[in-house]
């Protein structure tokens, strides 16, 4: 999961728990607002200004080629942060990428980079369930864990991104491994021990002292995604459990070498919106 600090103040409670739906949905945009600089400051050398990184285990487009020869391509990514994959298409990959996010502190965070490296990347401030583009306006839409694992119902991305695409077009999208949601959320040898149902689907939620939800992340079982892409009327062409490469020592999160060795730690999806 992609949880992480908050205010020693504002933070009464953390643990898996139902929470109304429009508020856990509505927490993210909050979240990231307030956590977008710190978030950088820890994964930005990662991350790279430029680059489009699949996830922790450092699997990137220019290696995986998951979103297939982009040149000239529209492409929308969802859920962008400050827009590193984005930028990295406009500027390698030779695509017409556009970028949304519902923080307004990470497109903040997009902007400084563009002027950081002198880029110019097109952003959009946008809810990943009502996204403002017309049907079939993109070729390729992606995101690298964005906006799926922080909404109570992801089914409506998934109508929404089918809605945009034209046919033909390829949606494919990287969250936490649902594995992943039945064991603690900790790099060491003591994230190896099962300690939660696979199939509990309670978020991880954090909550202020006045019961305010201040972040919420959501389990999706395997067949939940599959189920999801299909009833949005995509096809499923395949799934990617990127392994763990020799030699990467980083940690990130519940992410590690550790863990890695043996537990899947990402989920990639590829579907397509069918020609008919």
Do not use: K
């Not at 892409?229 to 062409?237: K, N, Q, R, S």
């Amino acid at each position: 999961m992609a949880h992480g600090p908050q205010d020693d103040d504002a933070l009464a409670d953390a643990g898996y728990h139902d929470v109304p739906a429009e508020a856990g949905g509505r927490a993210a945009r909050g979240w990231w607002d307030a956590n977008a600089a710190e978030y950088l400051d820890e994964h930005g050398d990662f991350l790279g200004p430029a680059d489009l990184l699949w996830c922790p285990e450092g699997l990137r487009e220019s290696q995986a080629r998951l979103l297939g020869d982009v040149r000239g391509a529209r492409v929308l990514e969802v859920g962008a942060g400050a827009a590193q994959g984005s930028r990295w298409l406009r500027t390698v990959a030779g695509a017409q990428a556009v970028a949304t996010d519902v923080s307004a502190g990470m497109l903040a965070a997009a902007a400084r980079l563009d002027a950081a490296v002198g880029t110019r990347t097109p952003v959009v401030q946008a809810d990943a369930r009502v996204l403002p583009f017309a049907d079939a306006s993109f070729d390729v839409v992606f995101t690298a864990f964005g906006a799926l694992p922080f909404v109570p119902d992801p089914e409506r991305v998934h109508r929404e991104v089918a809605r945009v695409l034209r046919p033909g077009g390829s949606w494919v999208f990287s969250v936490t491994h649902p594995l992943r949601w039945a064991f603690p959320d900790d790099p060491s040898e003591h994230g190896l021990t099962a300690t939660r149902s696979y199939f509990d689907r309670r978020p991880y939620v954090e909550t202020a002292a006045d019961g305010r939800v201040l972040y919420a992340e959501y389990h999706r079982t395997v067949a939940d995604h599959v189920a999801d892409v299909v009833g949005a009327g995509l096809v499923l062409d395949g799934l990617v459990e990127p392994e763990w490469p020799a030699g990467h020592e980083r940690v990130w999160g519940g992410w590690g070498p550790v863990r890695g060795a043996r537990l899947p730690g990402t989920l990639i999806v590829r579907t397509h919106r069918p020609l008919a």
